[in-house]
């Protein structure tokens, strides 16, 4: 048994270094406050990618949103058509992706999911 020091609480902190390099090259949710900013930033970002290429934004922090939730299936691919999506949380914790990222990635609906990984589909 582990015996912590009186008025010392745990404190677990960790960081994603990989992803925090990596997202400093993609467009940023940051400034974003509702659902339709971050889709107007999807749909232009989307505009601008190449054949083939996907759009990985970073920063969606969305409990400070006017709506305070991510943008539905729907709402992503009419913002980003058949533009591969990912739009990660400023934490890099959660993730929403389009119709075309979940294809590219062989997700499908029924599909089993690896133990603790967790895939929500609200289309």
Do not use: Y
């Not at 390099?21 to 940051?30: H, I, N, V």
């Not at 190449?50 to 409990?63: H, I, N, Q, S, T």
């Not at 914790?93 to 690896?114: S, Y």
């Amino acid at each position: 048994m582990i015996e912590r020091p009186a008025g010392i609480a745990l404190r677990e902190a960790h960081g994603h270094l990989g992803m925090l390099g990596e997202s400093l090259r993609q467009p940023s949710l940051e400034r974003c406050g509702s659902v339709s900013e971050c889709l107007e930033l999807l749909r232009a970002g989307a505009s601008g990618v190449a054949k083939g290429g996907w759009l990985l934004v970073r920063g969606a922090r969305v409990e400070g949103w006017e709506e305070r939730r991510w943008p539905t299936l729907a709402e992503l691919d009419g913002a980003t058509r058949t533009v591969p999506t990912v739009v990660m949380s400023f934490d890099h914790h959660m993730a929403v992706a389009n119709t075309a990222a979940m294809a590219a990635a062989g997700l499908r609906g029924g599909m089993a999911v690896p133990p603790n990984g967790l895939v929500c589909a609200d289309g």
